[in-house]
């Protein structure tokens, strides 16, 4: 490509001498022309590849160590990995963030795709409701700990009004019961969640072609006839992309349980979650990195094959 | 295909070219002079004077401030050719700055800390070895401050690794309405273990809905006060699985049965301990001296409801003294300002100023036979809370090791216990696995 263009200046050159002063100008400009795509690239990639890349063979290279934040270590194979699976806290956060993923992510899947089913369209009041429910995103996580943990503390709101029913006789132990706690986090995902991803089933609503429905409103199909043969499938791909989401998300939940449970993983420790347990092994001044990076890599993997398994259901269904 | 460049555009381009090298250059230079500033902790300043960084936490405040800039001022005076630039961090998180100082080697010259966060400062060799750069230090301090600083543990030599500084405990509160509401005389606040649970007991019978407190045997602090030996002399093992160590939290497991302890004590942090005496759930709530005056002035009816009591102990004594501590970083450049600096601050005559600020007691030797201790008046509830806390500075003692951290044991202590209370697990299943655990982490 640089020698056709070279070939080509040259023809068009009167003067032989010109020709050759100018050919290392063209040469640079070639030169530069093929460089021009990675020179773009590379401030984008430079940031990936010292905090992404380069971090996650750090972390694949800790796991193999028994460093800790501030003692370099030693390599000790898979020690850490041994390690970890004889940690009855491994498994209880492997049982709640599977329990989470398991609970979750069908909410997740089709609550934000009914909410935004309701909510399209131009007028004023359903752009009122899209901003209400898209209110909690925007919340930051310790504001949305302060709003639940009085929600649902002993003496809380939702306790003091069920107790002044006389709907119970005993507050329900939302935050000092290891399911309640569990099953108050997943309340408050969906919660925040919903907002999210109904925007993004908006934009997928909103390239389905509204004569589908005039069509099979002429035909007689209901409201619920419409949504599962129109909506639905015209959301298909939205709703694999939301299902993938969600599971990481789910799989990898933090801030709900943290400010749930004000850091200490609920009463003897019940509600931990993997990204909790990285978070008690990584942090701190007798941080243990290479425990950490080891169960980071268990994560990895665990979330790796949920995506592949995924993607395996959907092709299958798909053919 | 792009068409050539002419000649002209050319010469531009490389006129350009070369006044974005000179840009880039120089602000490659600046870049690289502001990084510079940034590191450098410790180096000489402008002036050519020597600068120590003094790192606090939580003291950047309208009560401790001018403490501080008179110290510094005084300090500074006698020392022309030094300069002090003090810090302050936010407590929350304390820990995890200390950690990223560490690891990025950017450890102030100075370090406060409790003895945990020390310790593992120490052991990963951030400190500086105070027992072998001046051995004459421990003189100048209690014998007891000086235990506290001085640590031992696997691949670390038994030395002190700072200098004590300020000194604390406090006596328990105890809400007196709340009391007689629930059967209980307010003139016979519990002094021993047996006093407590025989109280709890009444107040559970009574029916008057409220807790004793969220006491829960948990730290290390309730099994020394209970006569438990929590670890062997030489600090090589943990010891609080005994048959003694069942028992008493075998009691707890009972009191929690019967409804004397809140649920939310299972993971309670302070706070929550504070919010619930606060709103009259729980009859008494460990503190500190200064808390009266906190009372008094967040809580003003429940102030004048309240009596203060030692901390429950069957030793006569508080187990439960807590020691601050003045390190020096181990990569300082500048080792004998730094610990002449350091021993200025710890000093009877400094030491005695803050503590009189703070309502907390000094470390140094004498500092506790000043005459401002001797003439406490107890007349209202934050003499007799400093009175109380004077007592127990002076015969008590810190029973928590400082290798006894949230990473090394304390948490799943906690967190063991807990289950034990919820009935799932026995009380002795609880304390064999958290002495197994301690122990392993010990080990490492």
Same mark, same amino acid.
């Given at each position: 490509m640089s020698r056709n263009t070279s070939n080509g200046s040259e023809a068009l050159s009167s003067d032989p001498a010109g020709a050759k002063r100018d050919k290392p100008v063209r040469h640079r400009q070639s030169v530069l022309r093929t460089l021009a795509p990675y020179l773009f690239v590379a401030p984008a990639f430079s940031i990936v590849f010292i905090f992404v890349i380069v971090a996650a063979l750090n972390t694949f290279r800790l796991a193999f160590t028994d460093s800790t934040l501030l003692v370099p270590g030693k390599f000790i194979g898979f020690q850490n990995f041994v390690d970890i699976f004889h940690d009855e806290y491994f498994w209880t956060a492997l049982l709640n963030s599977t329990l989470y993923v398991v609970c979750v992510v069908p909410f997740m899947v089709i609550l934000p795709l009914i909410l935004a089913s309701l909510v399209r369209g131009n007028s004023k009041i359903m752009g009122f409701f899209r901003t209400s429910f898209y209110t909690p995103v925007v919340m930051s996580a310790v504001v949305v700990g302060m709003i639940w943990t009085n929600l649902l503390d002993s003496k809380g709101l939702i306790n003091s009004l069920l107790e002044g029913m006389h709907? $119970?006789?005993?507050? $329900?132990?939302f935050l000092t019961d290891r399911w309640m706690i569990l099953f108050s986090a997943m309340f408050v995902t969906i919660w925040l969640g919903l907002g999210y991803y109904m925007v993004i089933y908006l934009t997928a609503l909103a390239? $389905?072609?509204?004569s589908l429905y005039e069509a099979a409103s002429l035909d007689g199909a209901g409201p619920v006839r419409k949504f599962v043969s129109i909506t639905m499938p015209g959301v298909r791909s939205t709703i694999v992309l939301i299902m993938m989401l969600s599971t990481i998300a789910a799989f990898r939940v933090f801030n709900e349980i943290y400010v749930l449970t004000n850091g200490t993983a609920g009463p003897g420790g019940q509600d931990i979650t993997m990204s909790m347990m990285i978070q008690q092994e990584g942090t701190? $001044?007798?941080?243990h990195t290479g425990y950490a990076s080891a169960l980071s890599l268990i994560v990895l993997v665990i979330v790796g094959f949920m995506l592949i398994v995924q993607q395996i259901f959907q092709s299958r269904s798909e053919n | 295909m792009l068409p050539p460049m002419p000649e002209e555009v050319q010469k531009k381009g490389n006129q350009m070219f070369s006044l974005k090298k000179t840009v880039a250059a120089a602000g490659a230079a600046v870049m690289l002079l502001s990084v510079g500033a940034c590191g450098g902790q410790g180096d000489k300043n402008a002036d050519g004077k020597t600068e120590i960084s003094f790192q606090t936490w939580n003291?950047?405040?309208?009560?401790y401030t001018p403490y501080f800039k008179e110290l510094i001022a005084a300090y500074e005076k006698a020392n022309p050719n030094v300069t002090i630039k003090w810090m302050d961090q936010p407590s929350d998180n304390y820990e995890e700055k200390l950690s990223s100082q560490a690891a990025a080697k950017e450890l102030p010259d100075i370090v406060d800390a409790g003895p945990s966060l020390q310790y593992g400062l120490a052991k990963a060799g951030a400190l500086m070895n105070i027992t072998k750069e &001046?051995?004459?230090?421990?003189?100048?301090?209690y014998p007891n401050a000086w235990k506290a600083v001085t640590f031992s543990g696997?691949?670390?030599? /038994?030395?002190? @690794?700072g200098f004590p500084w300020y000194v604390n405990d406090g006596p328990n509160y105890y809400n007196t309405q709340l009391m007689q509401k629930c059967g209980?005389?307010?003139?016979?606040?519990?002094? /021993?273990w047996d006093d407590y649970f025989s109280q709890a007991q009444t107040m559970v019978n009574s029916g008057?809905?409220?807790?004793?407190?969220?006491?829960?045997?948990?730290?290390?602090g309730d099994y020394a006060s209970a006569?438990? &030996?929590?670890?062997?002399k030489d600090q090589t093992? @943990? /010891?609080?699985?005994t048959p003694k160590a069942v028992a008493f939290l075998q009691k707890f497991v009972d009191l929690f049965k019967a409804k004397?302890?809140?649920?939310?004590?299972?993971?309670?942090?302070w706070s929550q301990q504070g919010d619930f005496f606060q709103r009259g759930s729980i009859i008494a709530m460990g503190g500190s001296a200064y808390s009266a005056a906190d009372f008094k002035k967040n809580s003003p009816d429940l102030y004048s409801h309240l009596t203060v009591g030692p901390?429950?102990?069957?030793?006569?004594?508080?187990?439960?003294v807590g020691y601050e501590m003045l390190s020096v970083s181990?990569?300082?450049?500048?080792k004998d300002e730094a610990l002449k600096f350091v021993k200025f601050v710890t000093n009877k005559k400094n030491q005695l100023e803050f503590a009189k600020k703070s309502s907390t007691f000094p470390s140094s030797k004498g500092g506790l036979e000043d005459p401002y201790y001797a003439k406490?008046?107890?007349?209202d509830l934050q003499g007799k809370a400093l009175k109380i806390t004077l007592k127990a500075v002076e015969n008590g003692f810190s029973?928590?090791?400082?290798?006894?951290?949230d990473a090394a044991g304390s948490k799943y202590l906690q967190q063991q216990v807990a289950l034990a209370l919820q009935g799932k697990q026995t009380a002795k299943q609880a304390l064999d696995k958290a002495v197994d655990f301690a122990n392993g982490k010990l080990n490492k």
């Open positions: 709907l $119970i006789k005993q507050p $329900i132990p390239n $389905i072609d509204d701190g $001044i007798q941080a | 003291l950047k405040n309208d009560k &001046d051995p004459g230090a421990k003189d100048q301090f696997k691949g670390m030599q /038994t030395a002190s @690794y209980l005389d307010p003139n016979k606040l519990p002094v /021993t008057c809905g409220a807790y004793m407190s969220t006491m829960m045997a948990a730290d290390a006569g438990v &030996d929590f670890m062997n093992e @943990y /010891t609080f699985n004397g302890i809140p649920a939310e004590a299972l993971d309670a942090s901390k429950i102990s069957d030793l006569g004594k508080s187990a439960t181990a990569a300082t450049k500048h406490i008046d107890e007349g029973s928590r090791p400082a290798q006894f951290t």
